[in-house]
């Protein structure tokens, strides 16, 4: 156990805490089991380091242990935990759980057993947690870490440092927000930065290696952390591989799951699974009518990637403009609000919003007529009256 505090020793005096993430104030720390889901490279684990060092700092009453360290491969979690309590231990940030064997039993039976314990664990988006045997969702607490947004893009590369804005705020006085961030800054002169490799919080460490880091991340989560799926065929990989290529030449894709079950030799009901897990992880992003069930067998109306670095990885660098655009309004909108197709304009928002996403020459003639609805434009600096700037939506979180 030593070896283990040693390890969350260094990592703490490691750790350069530039900003905390838009999840870290919503997280409400005092519960005693909270679960952090992501996928992989969106930050999950310098989340709880943040956590650690700004609250505990190298107490011995809190440590930082990775269950897929090699320690946990000869020694089970809950005696860790138990010998941890004995000598005062009162925090445990547990990283990588879904790599651990009964996890979720072993967290169950800690939390039951040890009331002095508070625990904040993470675990890939991939997996369903709160499905698990030990039925944790009665326990604890969930939270999902999404990629950076524009904002904290701006935050971490020390560009600028605002606080989020709400939705309503962005629609009702979008002038005057505007206004005041470009006494600042010329946010259009970052923005195609982030598209392009803003997304995911490595670009600090090295910008030169950001599509090579991108591109292992994605082979990762397909190669790895899909298997953690019972059902999951590995010989089907390689056409995992080519259903993401044929999404990201031609997102938004409006799917025909029959060809495309025919094209990648995937059974119907096998594709529309698989599709349901990349979204899951992080891979895609499904958009239904509104209304219309979103069950797991339920056809989208379009598919696209999940975010913008993706489709400029996927897409050789040259992605479609238009749906650069709907990608980052959908991906920095999903955070924290109900996004669904419309018949009337692009997108409907929250069963009341209608939104349409063009260029800086894009009218309202399509949905002139109809009531909460607006235009969201690129490149632009700032909009007028019912014609929003695109680059602010990146504020929300």
């Given at each position: 156990?030593?070896?283990?505090?040693?390890?969350?020793?260094?990592?703490i005096l490691q750790l350069e805490a530039k900003f905390n993430r838009y999840l870290y104030e919503k997280i409400d720390w005092s519960w005693r089991l909270n679960s952090i889901i992501g996928a992989r490279g969106t930050g999950k684990t310098t989340l709880l380091l943040q956590r650690l060092k700004n609250e505990h700092?190298?107490?011995?009453?809190?440590?930082?242990?990775?269950?897929?360290?090699?320690?946990?491969?000869?020694?089970?979690?809950?005696?860790?935990?138990?010998?941890?309590?004995?000598?005062?231990?009162?925090?445990?940030?547990?990283?990588?759980?879904?790599?651990?064997?009964?996890?979720?039993?072993?967290?169950?039976?800690?939390?039951?057993?040890?009331?002095?314990?508070?625990?904040?664990?993470?675990?890939?988006?991939?997996?369903?947690?709160?499905?698990?045997?030990?039925?944790?969702?009665?326990?604890?607490?969930?939270?999902?870490?999404?990629?950076?947004?524009?904002?904290?893009?701006?935050?971490?590369?020390?560009?600028?440092?605002?606080?989020?804005?709400?939705?309503?705020?962005?629609?009702?006085?979008?002038?005057?927000?505007?206004?005041?961030?470009?006494?600042?800054?010329?946010?259009?002169?970052?923005?195609?930065?982030?598209?392009?490799?803003?997304?995911?919080?490595?670009?600090?460490?090295?910008?030169?290696?950001?599509?090579?880091?991108?591109?292992?991340?994605?082979?990762?989560?397909?190669?790895?952390?899909?298997?953690?799926?019972?059902?999951?065929?590995?010989?089907?990989?390689?056409?995992?591989?080519?259903?993401?290529?044929?999404?990201?030449?031609?997102?938004?894709?409006?799917?025909?799951?029959?060809?495309?079950?025919?094209?990648?030799?995937?059974?119907?009901?096998?594709?529309?699974?698989?599709?349901?897990?990349?979204?899951?992880?992080?891979?895609?992003?499904?958009?239904?009518?509104?209304?219309?069930?979103?069950?797991?067998?339920?056809?989208?109306?379009?598919?696209?990637?999940?975010?913008?670095?993706?489709?400029?990885?996927?897409?050789?660098?040259?992605?479609?403009?238009?749906?650069?655009?709907?990608?980052?309004?959908?991906?920095?909108?999903?955070?924290?609000?109900?996004?669904?197709?419309?018949?009337?304009?692009?997108?409907?928002?929250?069963?009341?919003?209608?939104?349409?996403?063009?260029?800086?020459?894009?009218?309202?003639?399509?949905?002139?007529?109809?009531?909460?609805?607006?235009?969201?434009?690129?490149?632009?600096?700032?909009?007028?009256?019912?014609?929003?700037?695109?680059?602010?939506?990146?504020?929300?979180?």
């Amino acid at each position: 156990m030593e070896q283990l505090k040693y390890k969350s020793n260094q990592l703490i005096l490691q750790l350069e805490a530039k900003f905390n993430r838009y999840l870290y104030e919503k997280i409400d720390w005092s519960w005693r089991l909270n679960s952090i889901i992501g996928a992989r490279g969106t930050g999950k684990t310098t989340l709880l380091l943040q956590r650690l060092k700004n609250e505990h700092g190298l107490n011995d009453d809190s440590v930082y242990v990775s269950l897929d360290d090699f320690y946990f491969s000869n020694n089970r979690f809950f005696d860790f935990a138990a010998e941890f309590h004995q000598k005062g231990g009162k925090y445990i940030f547990a990283d990588e759980v879904h790599k651990y064997k009964n996890w979720s039993q072993e967290i169950k039976n800690i939390y039951d057993t040890f009331p002095g314990l508070n625990i904040v664990f993470t675990g890939s988006s991939i997996i369903d947690i709160r499905k698990q045997d030990a039925d944790l969702s009665r326990r604890a607490i969930f939270y999902n870490l999404t990629g950076l947004s524009f904002r904290e893009y701006l935050s971490l590369a020390d560009i600028y440092k605002a606080e989020p804005i709400t939705l309503d705020n962005i629609i009702h006085n979008h002038v005057e927000l505007s206004a005041e961030i470009i006494k600042n800054i010329k946010p259009l002169q970052y923005f195609e930065n982030y598209l392009r490799y803003g997304y995911y919080p490595y670009f600090y460490e090295n910008p030169s290696l950001f599509y090579r880091r991108l591109e292992q991340t994605l082979m990762l989560i397909l190669e790895n952390d899909l298997n953690f799926i019972q059902e999951f065929d590995y010989g089907n990989i390689q056409k995992i591989k080519q259903l993401l290529y044929i999404l990201s030449v031609n997102v938004p894709f409006k799917p025909n799951i029959l060809k495309l079950s025919e094209k990648t030799k995937i059974s119907r009901n096998t594709l529309i699974s698989y599709l349901h897990y990349l979204e899951k992880a992080q891979i895609i992003q499904m958009v239904y009518h509104s209304g219309v069930s979103t069950s797991i067998l339920q056809k989208p109306e379009k598919i696209y990637l999940n975010n913008t670095n993706l489709s400029f990885l996927l897409a050789n660098n040259t992605p479609d403009k238009g749906t650069l655009r709907e990608t980052f309004f959908l991906n920095q909108l999903r955070c924290n609000h109900l996004v669904e197709s419309s018949k009337v304009g692009d997108f409907i928002v929250d069963n009341n919003y209608i939104f349409e996403i063009g260029g800086k020459n894009k009218t309202k003639k399509q949905i002139r007529e109809t009531p909460d609805s607006y235009v969201v434009a690129d490149d632009i600096e700032i909009g007028a009256y019912d014609k929003i700037p695109l680059w602010l939506f990146g504020f929300l979180y």
